[in-house]
Nanobody, 125 residues
Framework: QVQLVESGGGLVQTGGSLRLSCAAS????????MAWFRQAPGEERVFVAG????????PYADSVKGRFTISRDNAKNTVYLQMNSLKPEDTAVYHC??????????????????WGPGTQVTVSS
């Protein structure tokens, strides 16, 4: 099993930056594909970014390309999401997710077996 805990959320002004972290426990982290999803109030949970077990594949949602960067440190069992040039529409609860399935449909939330409780990101205008 994998347990996930996100941190690093907060309140930031438009144009600002935040770095989210997702700390994982469990022996299978190193071979898990990881992803970040976000969910705004009244909306569905949507894919933001993903990263393969070795970091070689990093898909992004079109809405965050060029602004967000996903990375991982397998020695620390941690995945990161660097968010720059934040916009009010980025406001949401951000969740990290893990799966050992392969191949993976990155954007499908049902592909992921483990989820963190989420961290709130609020971008003020």
């Amino acid at each position: 099993q994998v347990q996930l805990v996100e941190s690093g959320g907060g309140l930031v002004q438009t144009g600002g930056s935040l770095r989210l972290s997702c700390a994982a426990s469990g022996r299978t982290f190193w071979k898990s594909a990881m992803a970040w999803f976000r969910q705004a109030p009244g909306e569905e949970r949507v894919f933001v970014a993903g990263i393969s077990w070795n970091g070689g594949i990093t898909p992004y949602a079109d809405s965050v390309k060029g602004r967000f960067t996903i990375s991982r440190d397998n020695a620390k069992n941690t995945v990161y999401l660097q968010m720059n040039s934040l916009k009010p529409e980025d406001t949401a609860v951000y969740h990290c997710a893990a799966t050992t399935r392969s191949p993976i449909n990155w954007g499908g939330s049902t592909e992921y077996d483990y989820w963190g409780p989420g961290t709130q990101v609020t971008v003020s205008s």
